[in-house]
Structures are given as structure tokens and as C-alpha cells.
Nanobody, 125 residues
Framework: QVQVAESGGGLVQAGGSLRLSCTASGLTIGDVTVAWFRQALGKEREGVSC??????????NYGDSMKGRFTISRDNSKNTVHLQMNDLKPDDAGIYLC????????????????WGQGTQVTVSS
């Protein structure tokens, strides 16, 4: 049974930082595409970042508004993907969801087989 779990959300002031983690069980993170999405109240779900590839070659992509502020990384020894978020803005608030094993489409727009429950990020202005 595959499970994906997020952690690390919380309340932060604008300009602050948070580090989210996505840990999987029953699935090897290094073998699949893993992505972060966010869902804000009243808005469509948005692709934040994704990572895929083997240790010899890793590929990464970011949503436009995250470039330069967010960094995704993978720790295969802990079967975990991290999302470091810096210079957070009120518009970054929402539920951040981790997804694993892309089934189709591009990594920020495609469908995924496994989803976590999400972790809340709140940014105060």
C-alpha cells in the first residue's frame, strides 16, 4: 500500500521561509516523478514544482511565480522530497499537496496516482 505524507506547513510572516517535506512509503521516490501542488481558497489547484530522473540526471521544473524563491530537492536515502520556500508572499498561502507517480501530461499539469492529504501554509502580511 502506497502512502504519501506531507509535513512542514505552518504560519509565517511575509518574507519568511518554510520547508515542506513529502515522504512516501510503499514507493521509491527516486523511481517516479514527484510534484508539489497548492490549492488556495477559491482558486484552481496550481503546480508548484516537480522533480524526476535518476541520481545520474535529475530534472526539475517550477511554476512561474515560484522561480527564484522555491527549491525542490530529493533525499533518496529518506525517500523524501523537500520544498524549500523563501521570500513567502500572502499569495503563496494554501494547502500544499504532494503527488507521486505521474500518469500523463507534463509534470506540473499531469495526473498523478498517489496524493497526500496536504499541509497548510499561511502567510501573514
Amino acid at each position: 500500500q502506497v502512502q504519501v505524507a506531507e509535513s512542514g506547513g505552518g504560519l509565517v510572516q511575509a518574507g519568511g521561509s518554510l520547508r515542506l517535506s513529502c515522504t512516501a512509503s510503499g514507493l521509491t521516490i527516486g523511481d517516479v516523478t514527484v510534484a508539489w501542488f497548492r490549492q488556495a481558497l477559491g482558486k484552481e489547484r496550481e503546480g508548484v514544482s516537480c522533480i524526476w530522473g535518476t541520481e545520474g540526471r535529475t530534472y526539475i521544473n517550477y511554476g512561474d511565480s515560484m522561480k527564484g524563491r522555491f527549491t525542490i530537492s530529493r533525499d533518496n536515502s529518506k525517500n523524501t522530497v523537500h520544498l524549500q520556500m523563501n521570500d513567502l508572499k500572502p499569495d503563496d498561502a494554501g494547502i500544499y499537496l504532494c503527488a507521486a507517480l505521474q500518469m500523463d501530461g507534463t509534470c506540473l499539469l499531469g495526473r498523478y496516482k498517489y496524493w497526500g492529504q496536504g499541509t497548510q501554509v499561511t502567510v501573514s502580511s
